[in-house]
């Protein structure tokens, strides 16, 4: 299979799927020069690019490439956050009207999964292609991809490699190919193979090949175009008619990072922690590519190393710094719990202090959440847990959570983690509880996280469950 990679994690990904037998089109210059990849502009069967925070990746493609990639995270970077979407991409659907808002058509098209239809295009609704008023053809379009609810059209296309047949367009020409010459060719080549009531639009790779070929592909989407008309009569609502690709979020907690510093360093100087100051933006990522420079014209690694480190310190906090909570669900959803007050920081450890704003309640523990309240976390660097005690305005202790999560990771305004859904309650009578662990097991079905990982989690939460660490922490308290 055909991989495109792009991005801040571009190396260290090359070199991981050149190692599971994908091979890289349409490399950067960079990348050839690194493995020695020639010219290739053939299309991917899956495109990798960054996530807009730069936390992980996305990817989209077959699913046969994106199955195989969710399996090479899986069985290599332990902690790595894989989250499909189970809508198809550019999937064309036979779908149920099962309701409208203001704006738009509410369409079922999978048991678990609604989309919406503009209402401007109600008017292309149906065109006699189903006797079922409340029966539709739809398409899902590559807008708020990975969202709960997918944006569909009525305007259908048939997406190849090569072309695209789009129903009731003029065609066209990818805006990639600049040579104005090779446009024009194209454009008159599409008028002439086009099917009555349908464009075709080139895309980038069809100006690197032969008119035979391109006659090919736009034979193999006619057929696509017969097999849509006859399953639209056939298939019972809600239906996939015409598959599309696949769309994955890809977070890169502490450990990936750190696993994929060791795949890049085999392949380029890499300062140790590359992936997360990457991640971390701005000057510090600016002063990680100078030091980097440094390193590949020969100059000494530790030196190195130590330069860097003196100058971006000053950009990350310190004891009475604020910083922002970033609490992200195995979902995606990120909670910010609110602004924290560094403690104290170390090199191993790390605590911070939050005031509680409004009231409610402490489900694990039993207790009323008042405004006013004191929470305490505390964990040390590389631990699958943080350990966060609550007060009230007096200092009463009210009880603790120790929450299952991937390592602390510190950033210049915010520290970040994933939390992994099982909580350890410690209540102010001493008993001790374990809750939500269905939820981590739900995250395993659906394939967020692998069976390593959900492996991992179960043994942090024997450890801080046991007796003794939990007398320990009773000892503080009572």
């Given at each position: 299979m055909k991989a495109k990679v792009r991005g801040i994690y571009t190396t260290a990904l090359t070199k991981l799927l050149l190692e599971n037998d994908f091979q890289i089109v349409q490399p950067s210059q960079t990348i050839k020069a690194r493995f020695g990849i020639p010219d290739n502009n053939e299309p991917p069967d899956i495109k990798l690019k960054d996530r807009h925070d730069l936390q992980g990746v996305?990817?989209?493609?077959?699913?046969?490439?994106?199955?195989s990639f969710h399996k090479i995270l899986h069985s290599t970077l332990e902690d790595a956050i894989t989250r499909k979407w189970n809508v198809s991409v550019d999937g064309i659907y036979k779908?149920?009207?099962?309701?409208?808002?203001?704006?738009?058509?509410?369409?079922?098209?999978?048991?678990?999964?609604?989309?919406?239809?503009?209402?401007?295009?109600?008017?292309?609704?149906?065109?006699g292609e189903s006797q079922n008023t409340n029966e539709i053809v739809v398409q899902v379009e590559r807008k708020r991809i990975g969202r709960k609810t997918p944006?569909?059209?009525?305007?259908?296309?048939?997406?190849g490699n090569y072309a695209i047949l789009a129903q009731k367009s003029n065609g066209g020409v990818s805006l990639k190919i600049r040579d104005i010459h090779k446009r024009a060719e194209l454009y008159a080549?599409?008028?002439?193979?086009?099917?009555?009531?349908?464009?075709?639009?080139?895309?980038?790779?069809?100006?690197?090949?032969?008119?035979?070929?391109?006659?090919?592909?736009?034979?193999?989407?006619?057929?696509?175009?017969?097999?849509?008309k006859e399953a639209v009569h056939s298939a019972n609502a809600p239906a996939l008619l015409v598959e599309g690709l696949y769309f994955m979020d890809v977070e890169f907690p502490y450990n990936a990072k750190r696993k994929l510093d060791g795949f890049r360093g085999s392949v380029s100087p890499t300062i140790e922690g590359h992936h997360f100051y990457k991640?971390?933006?701005?000057?510090?990522?600016?002063?990680?590519?100078?030091?980097?420079?440094?390193?590949?014209?020969?100059?000494?690694?530790?030196?190195?190393?130590?330069?860097?480190?003196?100058?971006?310190?000053?950009?990350?906090?310190?004891?009475?710094?604020?910083?922002?909570?970033?609490?992200?669900?195995?979902?995606?959803?990120?909670?910010?719990?609110?602004?924290?007050?560094?403690?104290?920081?170390?090199?191993q450890t790390i605590s911070y202090s939050r005031t509680i704003k409004a009231n409610g309640f402490y489900d694990g523990l039993g207790v009323a959440k008042e405004a006013g309240d004191k929470a305490v976390s505390e964990t040390k660097l590389g631990e699958w847990h943080i350990t966060t005690s609550y007060f009230s305005k007096d200092g009463k202790w009210k009880g603790t959570y120790i929450n299952?999560?991937?390592?602390?990771?510190i950033y210049p305004e915010a520290i970040r983690y994933i939390d992994l859904e099982v909580d350890v309650c410690i209540c102010s009578n001493g008993?001790?509880?374990?809750?939500?662990k269905?939820?981590?097991?739900?995250?395993?079905?659906?394939?967020?996280?692998?069976?390593?990982?959900?492996?991992?989690?179960?043994?942090?939460?024997?450890?801080?469950?046991?007796?003794?660490?939990?007398?320990?922490?009773?000892?503080?308290?009572?």
């Open positions: 996305v990817a989209l493609g077959t699913p046969e490439a994106v199955n779908g149920i009207v099962v309701g409208e808002n203001e704006n738009a058509i509410q369409v079922k098209i999978e048991e678990d999964a609604v989309g919406l239809l503009p209402k401007h295009e109600v008017p292309y609704l149906n065109q944006v569909l059209t009525t305007r259908i296309k048939i997406v080549f599409g008028k002439k193979l086009a099917p009555e009531g349908w464009g075709i639009i080139w895309r980038e790779p069809a100006a690197h090949k032969p008119k035979t070929f391109l006659e090919d592909e736009v034979a193999r989407l006619n057929e696509k175009v017969k097999a849509l991640s971390c933006g701005g000057k510090v990522s600016a002063a990680l590519e100078m030091a980097e420079k440094l390193l590949e014209k020969g100059q000494n690694k530790n030196e190195i190393e130590e330069l860097f480190k003196g100058q971006i310190q000053p950009h990350f906090p310190e004891e009475g710094s604020k910083v922002d909570v970033q609490h992200v669900k195995l979902s995606g959803a990120v909670f910010h719990l609110g602004q924290a007050t560094i403690e104290a920081i170390n090199s299952i999560n991937t390592p602390v990771e008993e001790t509880k374990i809750v939500d269905e939820k981590l097991e739900k995250a395993l079905e659906k394939g967020f996280v692998s069976k390593t990982l959900f492996e991992k989690v179960e043994s942090a939460v024997k450890a801080v469950a046991e007796k003794g660490f939990v007398e320990k922490l009773l000892a503080k308290f009572i």
